[in-house]
T-cell receptor, first 113, second 113 residues
Framework: NAGVTQTPKFQVLKTGQSMTLQCAQD?????MSWYRQDPGMGLRLIHY???????DQGEVPNGYNVSRSTTEDFPLRLLSAAPSQTSVYFC????????????FGSGTRLTVV | SQQGEEDPQALSIQEGENATMNCSYK?????LQWYRQNSGRGLVHLIL?????REKHSGRLRVTLDTSKKSSSLLITASRAADTASYFC?????????????FGEGTQLTVNP
């Protein structure tokens, strides 16, 4: 199994550009989440989902959109990139239930200039 | 805002010594989890302790949870140079729209050979 796959690994955007960060998992996990990690601030939750068609906002959702059309995929869209969105983005998934840990992808390092 | 606060922010020890990291949180939880992150990599799930458990062991890891004080500790015994990494606690609250995993800011552990 590949686990959680994130693409691309690195990306440089100009301010105002849009792009989609891809996340796919092959473990049939119902729960998926997106986080951003900034120096000194740990990981902050952007959006999360319990299954296809159901998403909700996390702590820092502004400037990002998500949709979940399949169990496997959970793309994160940046609508109009800003320098404040320079960060490392992690996608994670886990199975439904109360007491399971998350499997994380290897991350996408995004720089907005 | 971050759910968890970790203490210390940085810890440097010698190989063979024990390392203890502490985590405090603010709200009710279903469980508390600990993750490891090697530099430039994704997070790896280490151990999960349920809200009705007080202590849990996994290999060289020992986790305690005190829900009355809203705090947890992670003990790594007989540390190795390969344990050098950042360690994060995270609390999990399961909601209708999914699972919200909220992270502390992490402890940077350095194990010197």
């Amino acid at each position: 199994n590949a686990g959680v796959t994130q693409t691309p690994k690195f990306q440089v955007l100009k301010t105002g550009q849009s792009m989609t960060l891809q996340c796919a998992q092959d473990m049939n996990h119902e729960y998926m989440s997106w986080y951003r990690q900034d120096p000194g601030m740990g990981l902050r939750l952007i959006h999360y989902s319990v299954g296809a068609g159901i998403t909700d906002q996390g702590e820092v959702p502004n400037g990002y959109n998500v949709s979940r059309s399949t169990t496997e995929d959970f793309p994160l869209r940046l609508l109009s990139a800003a320098p404040s969105q320079t960060s490392v983005y992690f996608c994670a998934s886990r199975r439904r239930g109360l007491n399971y840990g998350y499997t994380f992808g290897s991350g996408t390092r995004l720089t907005v200039v | 805002s971050q759910q968890g606060e970790e203490d210390p922010q940085a810890l440097s020890i010698q190989e063979g010594e024990n390392a203890t990291m502490n985590c405090s949180y603010k709200t009710s939880i279903n469980n508390l989890q600990w993750y490891r992150q090697n530099s430039g990599r994704g997070l790896v799930h280490l151990i999960l302790i349920r809200s009705n458990e007080r202590e849990k062991h996994s290999g060289r890891l020992r986790v305690t949870l005190d829900t009355s004080k809203k705090s947890s500790s992670l003990l790594i015994t007989a540390s190795r140079a390969a344990d050098t990494a950042s360690y994060f606690c995270a609390t999990d609250a399961v909601e209708t729209s999914g699972s919200r995993l909220t992270f502390g800011e992490g402890t940077q552990l350095t194990v010197n050979p």
